[in-house]
């Protein structure tokens, strides 16, 4: 099913897919610490779940620019650029501006509301929970954790089967928030609309897209600058991560949506 990875002349690719019960099928180096670059966001978003259940905060916060939410941070649509130090370059809600800034935003109003340093607050609320020893907040909690493609599986199976959070407030977080906007996803292309839950990317299934076009449209995750990925099909009740040590460029585009549209295929054969 993974033979695939075998030929893309990166370092350290691993890929794991998963169901919510275990690993289905793993391929190269799963074990491998990697930075995960922009997947960290799912990490993220998932500790301001808790946040939100705990009541440290609300999504309906203000937050970032005059006129945004904790709410307008996760999706995009604040108002900020994309880089850590971006000016607002829209209006709130007018459009979807992929934000590391925003994502960070988010970070710092958590740790400002509990009183506690988001890093801890996430270990706590997300990591420990669900065991996922290898992975490390450090840096900025929009692009900075390190992770295995072993560990990110373990949290795309709580991604399908929750046990942190309720599944209510999963359904909200990956939700498309403010639908009908258009954007540009990094790297990739634009997208209109280019869809976004809380966090969570929702342009799965589109032509053009990263993870090819067999996937669900329900699908949801997220991929990283480092040459990572985490999706998650609900409809099929699977996820598949990968991480490599290969920064994402043209090579991504080239080998990720054909290895993802076979797979999508091989577990439709066997279902």
């Known amino acids: 099913m993974l033979t695939a990875i075998d030929g893309w002349d990166v370092p350290a690719a691993g890929v794991v897919v998963t169901d919510a019960h275990g690993v289905l099928a793993s391929r190269g180096a799963v074990d491998e610490p990697s930075r995960v670059a922009s997947v960290s966001k799912l990490l993220t978003a998932y500790a301001l779940g808790v946040a939100v259940e705990e009541e440290a905060v609300t999504l309906d916060d203000p937050a970032g620019p005059p006129g945004a939410t904790l709410r307008h941070l996760l999706a995009h649509t604040a108002g900020y650029g994309f880089e850590s130090d971006a000016p607002v370059v829209c209006a709130v809600?007018?459009?979807?501006?992929?934000?590391?800034?925003?994502?960070?935003?988010?970070?710092?109003?958590?740790?400002?509301?509990?009183?506690?340093?988001?890093?801890?607050?996430?270990?706590?609320?997300?990591?420990?929970?669900?065991?996922?020893?290898?992975?490390?907040?450090?840096?900025?909690?929009?692009?900075?954790?390190?992770?295995?493609?072993?560990?990110?599986?373990?949290?795309?199976?709580?991604?399908?089967?929750?046990?942190?959070?309720?599944?209510?407030?999963?359904?909200?977080?990956?939700?498309?928030?403010?639908?009908?906007?258009?954007?540009?996803?990094?790297?990739?292309?634009?997208?209109?609309?280019?869809?976004?839950?809380?966090?969570?990317?929702?342009?799965?299934?589109?032509?053009?897209?990263w993870a090819g076009t067999r996937v669900s449209p329900l699908t949801f995750g997220h991929f990283g600058g480092s040459g990572s990925f985490l999706w998650v099909d609900p409809t099929r009740g699977v996820a598949v991560a990968c991480l490599t040590q290969q920064g994402f460029g043209p090579w991504g585009m080239q080998v990720w949506p054909p290895l993802c549209d076979a797979l999508v295929g091989v577990l439709d054969g066997a279902s």
């Open 93 to 209: 809600a007018t459009r979807r501006v992929y934000s590391n800034r925003g994502i960070e935003e988010a970070a710092e109003h958590l740790a400002a509301a509990s009183g506690v340093p988001f890093a801890e607050y996430l270990t706590e609320a997300v990591l420990e929970p669900l065991g996922l020893t290898a992975t490390t907040p450090q840096g900025s909690p929009a692009f900075g954790f390190h992770s295995t493609v072993t560990d990110l599986a373990a949290f795309g199976r709580e991604l399908l089967a929750p046990t942190v959070l309720h599944a209510t407030t999963l359904a909200g977080f990956v939700e498309v928030a403010y639908p009908g906007l258009a954007g540009i996803v990094p790297g990739v292309g634009r997208f209109d609309p280019c869809d976004w839950g809380l966090g969570f990317e929702r342009n799965f299934g589109k032509a053009g897209h």
